[in-house]
């Protein structure tokens, strides 16, 4: 058995800040609730002296992403640049390098999932993409594991969390959608508890999601349901599992 885990982040954005802290404010419970200390050994990102509010220990940050991929001290590399082309290098060359992968780009998985999990079949490495698909849910796990000896004929439902916030509001208070959208576009504290989103991150957020709402290939929640897809279907596609 291991006697510890080393993590490597790249990706240094709201995303990775926030895995950053996670792993470094919890680390004394994700050790005795996984067993052994999860320790954060590197970070890269292209711009490493913006303050993201937390307080790093010495030598951990690079613009280097390669020196966190063959870092021999890093276990587990966490994919956090989203896009497609730099991230899919990113995550080939860490699992040709041995490393678990952890991931949460929808998008790229989408369009090349079937690529990265054969990739990591051949090199006898795991996947992980909870934080992919509904990852406060969650449903990934639910579906390969929870679900495993279920028939599923269908998918369906309302994965994201700010569209989710907009219809439970709109149902439950009576309010108009151009009302709520309003308050989150303004960052209202209501929405930053009930999603996560902090004031400053709302207004993109909420722009991000009018152009999802009314963009007409619906590509980042079709996404989603890709890779919803893919595991429903993973018994002919054995490359759509977390566990070899």
Same mark, same amino acid.
């Given at each position: 058995?291991?006697?510890? #885990?080393?993590?490597? #982040?790249?990706?240094?954005?709201?995303?990775?800040?926030?895995?950053?802290?996670?792993?470094?404010? &919890?680390?004394?419970?994700?050790?005795?609730?996984?067993?052994?200390?999860?320790?954060?050994?590197?970070?890269? $990102?292209? =711009?490493?002296?913006?303050?993201?509010?937390?307080?790093?220990?010495?030598?951990?940050?690079?613009? =280097?992403?390669?020196?966190?991929?063959? =870092?021999?001290?890093? =276990?587990?590399?966490?994919?956090?640049?989203?896009?497609? $082309? #730099?991230?899919?290098?990113?995550?080939?060359?860490?699992?040709?390098?041995?490393?678990?992968?952890?991931?949460? &780009?929808?998008?790229?998985?989408? +369009?090349?999932?079937?690529?990265?999990?054969?990739?990591?079949?051949?090199?006898?490495?795991?996947?992980?993409?909870?934080?992919?698909?509904?990852?406060?849910?969650?449903?990934?796990?639910?579906?390969?594991?929870? +679900?495993?000896?279920?028939?599923?004929?269908?998918?369906?439902? #309302?994965? &994201?969390?700010?569209?989710?916030?907009?219809?439970?509001?709109?149902?439950?208070?009576?309010?108009?959608?151009?009302?709520?959208?309003?308050?989150?576009?303004?960052?209202?504290?209501?929405?930053?508890?009930?999603?996560?989103?902090?004031?400053?991150?709302?207004?993109?957020?909420?722009?991000?999601?009018?152009?999802?709402?009314?963009?007409?290939?619906?590509?980042?929640?079709?996404?989603?349901?890709?890779?919803?897809?893919?595991?429903?279907?993973?018994?002919?596609?054995?490359?759509?599992?977390?566990?070899?």
């Amino acid at each position: 058995m291991t006697s510890r #885990i080393g993590v490597g #982040i790249i990706g240094f954005g709201t995303v990775g800040t926030g895995v950053a802290k996670v792993l470094l404010d &919890n680390a004394a419970l994700i050790r005795r609730r996984v067993g052994v200390p999860v320790d954060l050994v590197r970070i890269a $990102d292209l =711009d490493i002296t913006r303050d993201r509010g937390i307080l790093l220990p010495s030598g951990i940050l690079t613009t =280097d992403a390669k020196q966190v991929i063959h =870092d021999p001290a890093v =276990d587990v590399v966490i994919e956090l640049i989203g896009g497609y $082309d #730099i991230a899919k290098r990113v995550i080939l060359e860490a699992m040709a390098a041995g490393k678990q992968v952890v991931t949460a &780009n929808k998008a790229l998985l989408a +369009l090349h999932g079937e690529e990265i999990f054969e990739a990591a079949s051949r090199q006898g490495v795991d996947v992980g993409f909870e934080a992919s698909v509904g990852g406060g849910i969650p449903v990934v796990r639910a579906l390969m594991e929870g +679900l495993a000896g279920n028939t599923i004929e269908s998918i369906y439902g #309302i994965i &994201n969390g700010t569209s989710n916030y907009i219809l439970s509001r709109m149902t439950r208070e009576g309010e108009s959608f151009d009302s709520v959208l309003k308050d989150v576009r303004c960052g209202g504290d209501r929405f930053g508890a009930q999603t996560g989103h902090s004031r400053e991150s709302g207004p993109r957020h909420a722009g991000q999601l009018q152009g999802n709402l009314y963009r007409r290939d619906h590509a980042h929640h079709a996404d989603r349901y890709r890779v919803c897809q893919g595991i429903r279907f993973y018994d002919q596609a054995p490359g759509y599992c977390e566990a070899r």
